[in-house]
């Protein structure tokens, strides 16, 4: 594998994709903005 | 939703006047960052949960935004970008506000809002975009003729929507969305007609049975073919034959 090659990241929950994109965490379980 | 560049593949794309992109589970999506990139966004997070018990959860299927490419990404006058701004400057106060029993109904119905409203603006981004999309229902004319003319059907089966949609470097909804709004029919209906041409041209001008016309053609089983010409003419492919002879 290269070394800049990007790797896919599945996410199972809100919490996951918040903490990927260096968000706060999300108020609502089930939906974010 | 997004303005600003955003690098995908060796492509740099353009939402400078702001665009709006909608993926669903499992949608692999991403691009990498590069110095002279710079995109601000909004993202609305939805756990397919949220809409369980909800009639979105059914009608949301019919959205085939859901499975575009990046590059079919919405773009959006200052008018629309400034509706969905305003739906979603709603959701984020009931998100803030405080969490009830009403709050879930509240965010579905803004949500359901904002999906009409994507669906509306996609539309008219079809419309204003037509002299592609006419190119784009000549080059898939010419896909499809071209699949029959070299007899892609004997080697590969039946020609697929996937197949048409690759070769278009679109995906599938698109595609199909696209040829409904420009000719009132999906892409698989286009192929069906299509087969239906060709099927008719063999029956009447050689000796083919029906089988062979079907296996010609690219079906597996004889009977999927004489159920989509009865389904499509509403005679079998052997009353055709007879009414030439």
Redesign the interface.
């Known amino acids: 594998m290269k070394k800049?090659e990007?790797l896919?990241t599945k996410f199972t929950?809100?919490t996951d994709?918040?903490l990927f994109?260096d968000l706060p965490e999300?108020?609502?379980?089930?939906?974010?903005? | 939703m997004l303005s600003g560049k955003i690098e995908y593949g060796q492509d740099y794309y353009d939402f400078d006047q702001g665009g709006l992109l909608f993926a669903a589970p499992g949608q692999i999506m991403g691009g990498k960052g590069s110095e002279d990139s710079a995109c601000s966004q909004f993202s609305l997070f939805i756990h397919p949960d949220f809409f369980l018990g909800y009639p979105l959860a059914k009608k949301i299927k019919q959205f085939g935004y859901f499975s575009y490419s990046i590059k079919e990404t919405l773009h959006l006058s200052e008018e629309e970008k400034n509706t969905i701004l305003s739906i979603f400057s709603f959701i984020e106060n009931e998100l803030n506000a405080r969490i009830d029993d009403f709050s879930h109904d509240v965010i579905i119905s803004q949500l359901e809002l904002l999906f009409n409203y994507a669906n509306r603006f996609y539309k008219r981004q079809f419309i204003t975009r037509k002299a592609i999309g006419s190119n784009l229902l000549e080059k898939f004319e010419t896909l499809l003729d071209a699949y029959f003319k070299d007899d892609l059907s004997v080697e590969f089966g039946l020609p697929s929507v996937s197949y048409f949609a690759d070769h278009l470097n679109l995906s599938s909804s698109y595609l199909t969305d696209m040829l409904r709004s420009l000719t009132g029919q999906s892409t698989q209906q286009h192929i069906h007609d299509r087969l239906i041409i060709e099927a008719k041209q063999m029956l009447s001008t050689t000796d083919l049975s029906v089988g062979e016309v079907a296996y010609a053609l690219g079906f597996e089983h004889s009977q999927s073919f004489s159920n989509l010409f009865k389904t499509k003419t509403k005679i079998s492919p052997l009353e055709f034959r007879r009414s030439f002879n």
Do not use: Y
Not at chain 1, 26 to 33: E, I, N, T, Y
């Open positions: 800049d990007l896919p929950s809100l994709a918040h994109f999300p108020k609502h379980p089930l939906v974010s903005l």
